[in-house]
């Protein structure tokens, strides 16, 4: 639980950084972390109405964060590696031949960890929309479906919002501008990167989709869901460093 002094340091120091949705994003944020019943706090020391601080989504609806991971590449060594042994690290060649490109879509459920993925050549709104309805397809037909997603423009083209009218348990809610990196999605890309993609070798694009796949399979067989670890004080403290270093060379 946080207290009210916790929640006026915090506001006072990100406060001049924040347009008015980021603020009310932060309410939020700080109305969650100190409890629902924490919301009145948060409302008195920030001046934003307690009726636009969010309260969750609804129960049993499913929040799903959902982003694209573009232009992965299938990369082929000139040489096969060397694996690991005693005394020796593994090796593989610092040239490449490139085979292509995919993007993967892909929508992590936060509450169970799963994730519904989809290889395709591009990252257009017509992919997109595609996307969509593949999950449209693969979730309870019934459940309220709200999507965290970035401010990229395929997101907010005119054909999907067109799509979204169409489909109405469909609920989008954007990140604030700049902090894409805040979609808990971004660390199911990152585990990808790590384990399967950097030193992969494939000899096509083919290859590298199945691969891909494969990994998602396995997420899926065993999910976990992202926990949040970083401690809000130090990012705060990160973001006023930051605040005296710019200061300073003006």
Request: glycine share 6%; aromatic share 8%; net charge positive.
């Amino acid at each position: 639980m946080i207290d009210d002094a916790a929640i006026r340091r915090r506001f006072e120091t990100l406060g001049p950084y924040l347009d008015e949705r980021q603020r009310r994003v932060f309410a939020t944020s700080e109305a969650l972390a100190a409890g629902w019943g924490g919301i009145a706090a948060v409302s008195r020391i920030t001046g934003i109405a307690r009726s636009t601080i969010g309260r969750g989504p609804p129960e049993h609806a499913l929040v799903l964060s959902v982003d694209e991971k573009s232009q992965i590449q299938a990369l082929d060594r000139t040489q096969p590696g060397l694996p690991m042994k005693k005394g020796r690290c593994g090796t593989m060649t610092h040239d490449y031949k490139r085979h292509g490109t995919t993007t993967l879509f892909a929508a992590l459920d936060v509450l169970e960890g799963r994730v519904i993925g989809q290889c395709m050549a591009r990252h257009r709104h017509q992919e997109f929309i595609r996307f969509l309805n593949k999950i449209n397809r693969e979730t309870p037909a019934r459940r309220e479906l709200h999507l965290i997603v970035d401010n990229y423009a395929t997101h907010k083209h005119p054909k999907v919002r067109a799509w979204l009218e169409r489909h109405k348990r469909f609920r989008f809610h954007f990140t604030p501008t700049s902090a894409s990196w805040l979609n808990a999605v971004e660390g199911f890309f990152a585990k990808l990167t790590r384990q399967r993609l950097k030193r992969g070798v494939f000899k096509g694009i083919a290859d590298l989709q199945a691969a891909i796949n494969r990994y998602l399979a396995e997420t899926n067989q065993n999910p976990k869901p992202f926990a949040w670890t970083a401690d809000p004080d130090a990012i705060i403290e990160k973001v006023r460093r930051g605040k005296q270093v710019l200061e300073s060379i003006h």
